[in-house]
């Protein structure tokens, strides 16, 4: 009588059970975040500041938490653009003029992260120099467009901080520019998830500016938040799948 023996990789069926509940886990703080986004939504409608900032300074805990688990490659610059926006956001839940500098100031941090990155993602051999220099023309005519509207009214605020309207706009504006580079140049899975990061991160400032500056209301409020978690969430996983 022969006896056959199955030997079974017990190793890789583990990794493999242990990448599933990850996975499983990350989908988990995935709905989370969108709870949190809606009950930020939500406390805008309701007016109710100190509860909307409850929700609103667990959005970037939870996103590097979700990066963690869901990603098997993971790199310090994107935990340090994550870092950065969290701490901003939590200086800008009080609006005095000191916490919005800082919070800004550390916006800008985490956005030349952002940038470092994606300049790392791009193959100049490949680009196309004169659609280059159309799409920043057109991006960074955007941002100057948007400048020239807000100046007037964000100068009485600023006064001589009024440098840091220009600092966002420009990184604003090359973190689209770069993402779309990045499409052109190297392409690969999760690109699109960060041109489109890219691209509401640019609506949801240019919204902020507005709200900020020119006219306050619940609409544009709403408006503003939801499209800067989706900005979040999308250059997270346009990170986390171009690094796979």
């Known amino acids: 009588m022969v006896f056959c023996v199955k030997i079974v990789d017990t190793k890789g069926f583990g990794g493999n059970m242990n990448n599933g509940l990850l996975e499983i886990f ?9 709870i949190f986004t809606i009950g930020n939504l939500y406390m805008i409608l309701q007016k109710k500041t100190t509860e909307r900032n409850f929700f609103n300074v667990f959005l970037m805990p939870l996103l590097a938490l979700f990066y ?23 200086l800008l839940t009080k609006k005095n003029k000191r916490n919005v500098i800082l919070g800004l100031s550390l ?23 004169l659609l280059t ?16 509207i807000s100046y007037e009214y964000a100068s009485e605020y600023f006064k001589k901080d009024i440098i840091f309207l220009y600092i966002i706009a ?5 973190l689209c520019i770069l993402a779309i580079l990045t499409v052109i140049s190297n392409y690969k899975s999760g690109v ?6 890219s691209n509401f991160f640019l609506i949801s400032n240019s919204l902020f500016f507005f709200v900020s ?9 709403i408006c503003t938040t939801f499209t800067y978690a989706i900005a979040k969430l999308l250059l997270i996983i346009g990170f986390g799948l171009f690094l796979i």
Do not use: P, Q
Not at 26 to 34: D, E, K, P
Not at 68 to 90: E, P
Not at 192 to 197: D, K, P, S
Not at 213 to 221: E, P, T
């Open 26 to 34: 990350s989908y988990i703080i995935l709905f989370i975040y969108t």
């Open 68 to 90: 963690l688990l869901r990603f098997k490659n993971h790199n310090i610059l994107i935990y340090l653009a994550i870092f950065s926006f969290w701490i901003g956001d939590i």
């Open 107 to 129: 916006s800008c941090i985490g956005m030349i992260f952002y940038v470092i990155k994606l300049i790392t993602f791009i193959k100049i051999v490949n680009l196309n120099y």
């Open 133 to 148: 220099i159309l799409i920043m023309i057109l991006y960074f005519g955007l941002v100057f467009f948007e400048v020239i």
């Open 170 to 174: 420009f990184l604003n504006a090359l």
């Open 192 to 197: 699109w998830y960060l041109v489109f990061g």
């Open 213 to 221: 500056f020119i006219k306050s209301n619940r609409f544009f409020n």
